[in-house]
């Protein structure tokens, strides 16, 4: 069996261009997924740390009607034939195929833009400017008693209905093919989804999780929520990826039928002159300007101990700083690995298709690690901070993940 080594992460970047040319590619891919992961940037968060989930609920609401997407990641995960091990006593070698997108958005109509938002959105390498240049427009969905029973092909939507039609394709194939779908810590991902792409967002939490449920009847996974039945030390998901990814790789050479080891491979671009493969180049101010506050604590360590616990900082680290090194964190905490990251160092690790890709990649692992067992009892739970217990969805009779 040959080592492990880091895929160069390639994407198709979507924008008002191209978007008809990639309608059939990507609901080809989504009629053979096993399951599909997405990630969405949005203007807005809003104040909503109620832990009255119907007030919560009402806060999240007006925050995302009035807010709006500005990219969308998808990744679409088939899982391809096992390799035949070269040695009678290996285990095959289980293997998925992902594609991964990255959609560029234009919400039509007046957007609220939170500063902080904002902020956080340009320092990693977002572009306002092609967003209204190159942002494919979308109008909130209406009411679903409203909306036709055929989605409708692109040649026939309104430009700027062109993207609601490809997400109600893509949402009702996952439904009559029972596709689950995973996020990560993604109740604000789903109420954008929904808003945008389904109809209007209902009045009161209870039937919003109906709803939701009635969608997506082959369930919903939260990644976070399944680190922390792996018992992982942090659940952000950079680090659940990492860890998951150290974890896998370690698996090369004591490969067991039980605990196989497993291999993500990422897609080419479909369209070569549209889409862009490898990273973005790092930005160069941040390269210049990032400035370490480093105490004799952290220095010591090689590592911010805020940032392993929690993902974000408060210490005044820019977030490229080389505390927040995700290999030195594992290293820390499990010892060195011999196996290359699969984790980018620029902009793009927080880039929508990145995220969503973290979070596919993710769920494979789980899927591959813990018993069928736990993963039901994760089926439609998703972990919410200032909850004591975790947001549960009715289920559908799903099957299995």
């Not at 980018?344 to 069928?372: E, G, I, K, R």
Request: aromatic content about 10%.
């Amino acid at each position: 069996m040959n080592p492990p080594t880091a895929h160069v992460m390639s994407y198709n970047d979507i924008t008002n261009d191209n978007v008809l040319s990639y309608f059939p590619e990507i609901i080809n891919r989504v009629n053979t997924a096993s399951h599909i992961a997405i990630d969405l940037e949005f203007t807005a968060l809003g104040n909503t740390r109620s832990a009255d989930m119907a007030h919560r609920y009402v806060a999240m609401k007006q925050t995302v009607e009035s807010a709006a997407i500005v990219s969308i990641g998808l990744s679409i995960i088939k899982p391809v034939e096992p390799t035949e091990p070269t040695e009678p006593t290996t285990p095959p070698i289980k293997k998925y195929q992902c594609d991964n997108f990255n959609f560029l958005t234009l919400k039509q109509g007046s957007i609220v833009i939170d500063s902080n938002t904002g902020t956080f959105l340009c320092h990693h390498g977002y572009s306002f400017d092609s967003m209204f240049t190159k942002g494919i427009p979308f109008t909130p969905a209406s009411p679903a008693s409203n909306v036709p029973p055929r989605p409708l092909l692109p040649t026939e939507a309104k430009p700027d209905t062109r993207l609601n039609q490809l997400w109600k394709h893509i949402i009702d194939i996952m439904r009559f093919k029972r596709i689950p779908l995973v996020l990560h810590n993604g109740l604000f991902d789903l109420m954008y989804i929904y808003h945008s792409f389904i109809g209007q967002l209902p009045p009161n939490f209870n039937m919003f999780i109906l709803k939701v449920s009635l969608q997506f009847p082959s369930g919903i996974y939260d990644t976070r929520y399944l680190a922390e039945k792996a018992d992982f030390k942090a659940t952000f998901l950079k680090y659940v990826f990492s860890k998951s990814d150290r974890l896998r790789q370690n698996r090369a050479e004591i490969s067991t039928d039980q605990r196989p080891y497993f291999e993500v491979n990422v897609s080419p671009p479909i369209l070569q002159q549209n889409s862009v493969s490898g990273l973005k180049r790092k930005r160069q101010d941040e390269a210049v300007n990032n400035k370490d506050v480093v105490d004799n604590k952290i220095q010591k360590l090689g590592y911010c101990p805020k940032y392993a616990e929690r993902g974000y900082c408060d210490l005044g680290h820019k977030e490229s700083s080389k505390y927040h090194d995700m290999q030195v964190i594992l290293d820390h905490q499990m010892g060195r690995s011999k196996y290359m990251s699969q984790i980018p160092t620029d902009d793009s690790s927080h880039a929508a298709y990145f995220d969503a890709y973290m979070t596919a990649f993710s769920f494979c692992y789980f899927l591959n690690t813990l018993s069928p067992l736990v993963i039901k009892s994760c089926l439609n739970k998703m972990l919410l901070s200032g909850l004591n217990h975790p947001l549960t969805f009715p289920i559908q009779n799903p099957k299995k993940a």
